[in-house]
Structure formats: C-alpha cells, structure tokens
C-alpha cells in the first residue's frame, strides 16, 4: 500500500509542470584607468583580496540597507543575491533571485548605485585623510621638510579631484 503511494506520488511530481526561479544578473568589470604620474599619490586596494572584498560587499547587509534606503521600500527576504568573478576576467556576476524580475532587477541596479556610491566615499575618505595627516604634520616637522610635505599636499589634492572615476562599471554582453 505504501509503495502504491510513493508511486502516485512520484508520478503527480513528475506531471508537475517545472518552475524556474525569478531572478535577474548584473555584470561589473573593473573600470580602466589613466595611470597618474608614477611619483603621484593613488588610491589603490590591497590587490590579493580585491575581488573577495569586492563579492563581500556586494553581498553584504549592509548595501542591502542602503539599497532599501535609496528604493524606499523594503526588499522581500526572499530576494537571495550571489555573486562570484567570471573566471579569468576582472568581471563579477551578481545574481538576484527568489522575487519577481521586476524587483530583482530594480534591487540590482541600485545595488550598483550604491556599490559605486560607497567606493566613491572610501576613496573620497582616504585622500582626505591623507590631506588632514599631512596638514597636522605640517604643523611639527622641521623647516628643511616643510616645502617636500607641501609639494606632496599638493599632489594629494590634486589626484583626489582627478581619481573621480568609479572603479567598476557595469557591462552588457
């Protein structure tokens, strides 16, 4: 009697009409760059963990917030977002799934915005800080250093007005 069951039950399954979950893709690739001079300052990230930290963030809680905060309205739990590198390529896919195409396309595109708002405030941060070390230093160094630490000033200010492009666009293909 059991094995009767088992058999229906398999059977209804497999009439069962497949359903794929919804979901939506975003490609982004590392932007190129003009390289400032060589003896220029430039914001860098630590190579070996670039793309790990990168996927880290597109993942995270807390872009997800800022992404609910720029939609305003909150992202079903549902909503499950992956993302890993193409292999041999500077390209990361990032997969939206378990909601409607609809929303995990518009959650994607402001996860982009948000990504590249916050790599935007990071390196804005760094060259500030960099500037405001500087400023302090000026403050204590011996004279001799003086005219060498404000030429260098100068060309933090300087790549923190020309290092504006953001570090990954997005890519169709």
Sequence with gaps: MRFASLLSLIAALALQPWTQASGSELRVAVAPRITLPKDSPAFTEDSASFYGTNIALLVSKFLRARVEAQLRKPIPSSLRVEA??????????????????????????????????????????????????????????????????????????????????????????
């Design 84 to 173: 890993n590198r193409v292999p041999n390529t500077t390209i990361i896919a990032v997969v939206a799934s378990g909601v409607e195409d609809s929303v995990a396309s518009a959650f994607l595109s402001a996860l982009f915005d948000q990504f590249n708002q916050f790599k935007h405030e990071q390196k804005a941060k760094y060259y500030r800080d960099a500037i405001a070390t500087v400023d302090s230093a000026l403050t204590y160094i011996p004279p001799e250093y003086v005219q060498r630490l404000q030429l260098y000033r100068e060309q933090l200010v300087l790549a923190s007005v020309l290092d504006v492009k953001p570090d990954f666009e997005r890519v169709e293909y």
